[in-house]
């Protein structure tokens, strides 16, 4: 589904196939047609083949074939990120070490196809950002696998979607699948509803036929960012303590920030008793929230944490790395919503650059800066 959707607004299918012959795992085809689902026409796309070495279906063995493909860096590391999701939800599940998770279903060829091909999908397309509306679920059922029946949704799709947006869908049957739970949790940059953006295209991707209250479609947007200001979704979670040094407030702060979270801070307070304290406030993406949350509550005195999501005014941004004569620098550059640029040299590369000189840390930000506005003048 999500390669139809990706095929039907835009992406070319020759560029798909290509990073399905760099797979070198013997021949794979890709068969796609339009079909109706509910008054809706969409793209049905199936993967077939034979693999040249069909018992290969361990994490070990995947990230192999993987690694010796001749695929460009960003599908193949997004590839491994993907299945590497999938071994870990799995080991979890099934009380197994990583290097021991046998895919059974997941290791097949149509699903090597199906990763790879969404992958170089989206790098075709040249897309910035994705975003994706919270996922449905459906509201019980079962299905077939090699461990036997297993409950909807499975084991692996909800381990996969930790920290991930979802909502109850009425319908019996299996709505995300763990490869495009891990698909989704790779390539997402944010869960939400559509971002401010200019639709160019959209597209439909077909599922099996059946009935429910939707047809089993999946869409895809195409768009541009407006310029100005956008808009997201950031997780906050928070915590006051107030019986940790300083040095190790200092080291949980780093911890978050080398983690991923997208801001971490600590701002002094008054607590119960007259005890002198701080708060934690951390953000970070959605999907990312309970993880970091969990790092909190692991290396902090906290007993608990609170964890919400709220709207976010964003302006465009993006950076770039330029020539001084202290060596590259990189600048932060944005636009306000009056459109005038901003440009920002960002003060690690500025440090650096400073102690390894002699200069000051402002001479190195002037002459980063100064050249940045030259360029984009």
């Not at 860096?73 to 299945?83: I, N, Q, Y």
């Not at 002094?268 to 909190?296: F, T, W, Y």
């Not at 001084?324 to 640029?341: E, F, L, N, Q, W």
């Not at 590369?349 to 930000?365: E, M, P």
Request: hydrophobic share 45%; glycine share 10%; net charge positive.
């Amino acid at each position: 589904m999500l390669l139809g959707a990706l095929v039907e607004v835009g992406a070319p299918p020759r560029a798909i196939r290509r990073a399905h012959a760099a797979l070198g795992a013997g021949a794979i085809r890709m068969r796609t047609r339009l079909v109706p689902r509910g008054a809706l026409d969409a793209r049905w796309v199936a993967i077939e083949g034979r693999a040249r070495r069909p018992e290969q279906r361990t994490w070990k063995s995947i990230r192999a074939l993987l690694g010796r493909a001749r695929l460009s860096a960003w599908v193949r590391e997004r590839s491994l990120a993907a299945f590497e999701r999938l071994a870990r939800a799995e080991a979890r599940i099934h009380g197994v070490p990583v290097e021991r998770v046998h895919f059974h279903e997941v290791g097949a060829i149509d699903a090597l196809g199906d990763v790879v091909g969404v992958c170089a999908a989206v790098e075709a397309l040249g897309v910035a950002r994705v975003s994706c509306s919270p996922l449905p679920l459906g509201n019980g059922g079962s299905a077939g696998s090699a461990h036997g029946a297993i409950p909807l949704p499975a084991p692996a799709t909800l381990e996969l979607l930790r920290g991930i947006p979802t909502h109850p869908y009425d319908v019996a049957w299996e709505t995300v699948t763990p490869t495009g739970a891990a698909l989704l949790a790779t390539l997402v940059d944010e869960f939400g509803p559509l971002p401010a953006l200019r639709p160019l295209a959209q597209g439909f991707g077909a599922g099996d036929d059946r009935p429910g209250p939707l047809p089993n479609a999946l869409r895809a947007v195409l768009g541009t960012a407006d310029a100005g200001i956008g808009r997201d979704e950031v997780a906050v979670i928070e915590t006051n303590l107030d019986d940790m040094t300083p040095e190790h407030l200092a080291f949980l702060v780093e911890r978050l920030l080398d983690d991923g979270a997208l801001d971490a801070s600590l701002a002094p307070l008054v607590m119960k008793k007259g005890r002198p304290g701080q708060a934690l406030r951390v953000l970070a993406r959605p999907a990312d929230a309970e993880r970091l949350a969990r790092a909190v509550l692991d290396a902090s005195s906290a007993l608990g944490v609170r964890v919400q999501r709220v709207p976010r005014l964003v302006l465009e941004r993006g950076a770039a790395s330029v020539r001084t004569p202290y060596g590259p620098i990189r600048v932060k550059i944005s636009r306000g919503p009056d459109g005038a640029r901003r440009v920002k040299a960002e003060y690690d590369a500025c440090a650096r650059a400073a102690r390894a000189h002699g200069v000051s840390i402002a001479a190195v930000t002037r002459a980063a800066e100064r050249r940045a506005e030259e360029e984009l003048a």
